[in-house]
């Protein structure tokens, strides 16, 4: 299970990355659709390049996961019928077009027109990153994996890790601002999902999860207490993001700068999100040595 | 022509003496903790009441599975580089220049074919022996069977003289991949999922 570090990096990283890009580029172009003045250029800079650098460590760090690294080059010849392959292939799209749509934002901000384009054809290959993500593991020779909760908490893990970073951002950047009210509450509900999800439908450890039965894989030798910590952590960030919502500290806050009770709800919630996905890796036991 | 090479496993035969596993371990050269065949001991049951007699309710067979060359490969169809293919014969072959080592195919075989091979760094399986079968010979496990608890041939030829059967508890689904399979079910394999066995020697496969 702890070998399957860089898969649980990129995960991470690659859901965090489209799900800021949701809940920044999403709203802006169903509404907005243009940048009002040069400070909502520049927060819009800053997290396009916060998403292209999820994105380059999601890539990076992947290569760890391979043994024969030199020949990853080959990875995309498959699209065909490995979902791998259409993850890569979607990543490195994603990647590319964030890349393009910033240059655009950065240097061309009158071409407004294809900047919208652009941004309709990132927001697609960011969904069909993520709905890569989840058909890759929804393998129907894994029962544990195909299960409706394998992207269902990859949704949740991409809209948590999004909203809560986008806060952060804004926070950091702006202070107190129109755009995100509203986000932590949401932030909040969402993990209330996630909670209750993860303890009623998690493979093997929730009240209602799949169970499997005796099979040719080798026994899951994941210890239970990581269940347990993961739902600890993550009811720890729901919290401190609560009080953060019930005291006002979002509207209260005039100045910049994230208080530490955000920044520490922010680092409990993706430990939580990380160990959950251990445990996810964890369901499957690879053969031999 | 052959157009399906198959395994028969005959588990009421099979005595679990390992003798196929360590044929191919042999022949293959293959490093310690890589099996490409592999026999599974099937144990379950204890003591069961019936009336006022106590009688023996046990569970015990074995296994010997190696890859099963399947009609639906499910390892070729999640490699991302083409790597594993199937011949003409039938008989998937991985191959080791092009793999990447990502393991993805050892996740989805469920039959737990693929085996990772840490010196080459690349997975590795059963290739059916193919260079003894090209030359009219036999793979290595079945020639060293000592039961003859192990046959090969065209998949339709041990369909019409073994039979239909391709699974017996607890292998998967055989719709799922549909392995070039034929097995003649040990007589415990009927109950043995109502009486609670599992595999008991995990650490040996």
């Given at each position: 299970m702890w070998k399957e570090w860089p898969l649980v990096a990129f995960t991470i990283a690659g859901q965090a990355a489209v799900g800021i890009f949701l809940f920044a580029g999403l709203p802006w172009l169903l509404?907005?659709?243009?940048?009002?003045?040069d400070e909502a250029r520049g927060l819009w800079l800053v997290l396009q390049a916060l998403i292209f650098g999820l994105l380059v460590v999601a890539a990076s760090i992947?290569?760890?996961?391979?043994?024969?690294?030199?020949?990853?080059?080959?990875?995309?010849?498959?699209?065909?019928?490995s979902w791998l392959s259409r993850e890569i292939f979607f990543e490195l799209c994603f990647m590319a077009l964030v890349a393009l749509e910033t240059f655009l934002a950065w240097k061309?901000?009158?071409w407004i027109g294809l900047f919208i384009g652009v941004m309709v054809a990132v927001s697609l290959a960011g969904i069909l990153f993520l709905v890569s993500m989840s058909k890759l593991y929804?393998?129907?020779?894994v029962p544990d994996w195909n299960q409706a909760y394998t992207p269902i908490s990859f949704v949740l893990t991409t809209l948590i890790l999004g909203a809560l970073a986008l806060v952060l951002v804004w926070r950091a950047r702006v202070?107190?601002?129109?755009?995100?009210?509203?986000l932590l509450e949401v932030t909040f509900s969402l993990i209330v999902i996630e909670i209750v999800l993860a303890l009623l439908f998690?493979?093997?450890?929730?009240?209602f999860g799949y169970r499997p039965g005796p099979s040719l894989r080798p026994p899951d030798e994941t210890p239970r207490i990581l269940h347990v910590g993961r739902l600890a952590l993550l009811a720890a960030g729901l919290f401190l993001i609560g009080m953060e919502v019930m005291t006002g500290g979002f509207r209260a806050s005039s100045g910049r700068g994230a208080s530490l009770c955000l920044i520490l709800a922010f680092v409990l919630v993706l430990a939580g999100e990380v160990v959950g996905r251990f445990l996810f890796y964890g369901l499957l036991t690879r053969p031999g040595r | 022509m052959v157009t399906q090479y198959a395994f028969f496993f005959n588990a009421a035969a099979c005595?679990?003496?390992?003798a196929c596993q360590m044929a191919c371990k042999d022949r293959n050269n293959l490093?310690?903790?890589?099996?490409?065949r592999r026999v599974y001991e099937v144990a379950g049951g204890g003591w069961e009441k019936k009336g006022e007699v106590w009688i023996p309710s046990v569970i015990a067979y074995n296994i010997s599975m190696?890859?099963?060359?399947?009609?639906?490969p499910v390892c070729g169809l999640s490699c991302p580089v083409k790597a594993i293919w199937k011949r003409e014969d039938g008989i998937v072959f991985v191959d080791t220049d092009r793999c990447?080592?990502?393991?993805?195919c050892e996740w989805a075989c469920p039959y737990t074919a693929l085996r990772f091979n840490a010196t080459t760094n690349t997975v590795s399986k059963c290739d059916f022996c193919y260079d003894a079968i090209d030359a009219g010979g036999t793979p290595a496990c079945v020639a060293a069977c000592p039961q003859r608890a192990l046959d090969f041939g065209d998949l339709a030829e041990l369909r019409k003289k073994y039979g239909e059967t391709r699974q017996i508890?607890?292998?998967?689904?055989?719709?799922q991949t549909d392995p070039a399979l034929v097995i003649k079910p040990h007589r415990d394999a009927a109950w043995a999922a109502e009486r609670a066995?599992?595999?008991?020697?995990w650490e040996e496969v």
């Open positions: 509404t907005m659709r243009t940048f009002p003045n992947s290569f760890f996961h391979l043994h024969r690294p030199f020949r990853a080059r080959r990875v995309l010849t498959n699209l065909r019928t061309k901000p009158e929804m393998l129907q020779t202070g107190q601002g129109p755009y995100p009210r509203g998690t493979p093997r450890r929730g009240a | 005595s679990g003496c390992k490093e310690a903790g890589v099996l490409w190696a890859c099963n060359h399947c009609e639906k990447i080592g990502c393991r993805y508890f607890p292998l998967p689904d055989p719709s066995a599992e595999v008991a020697n």
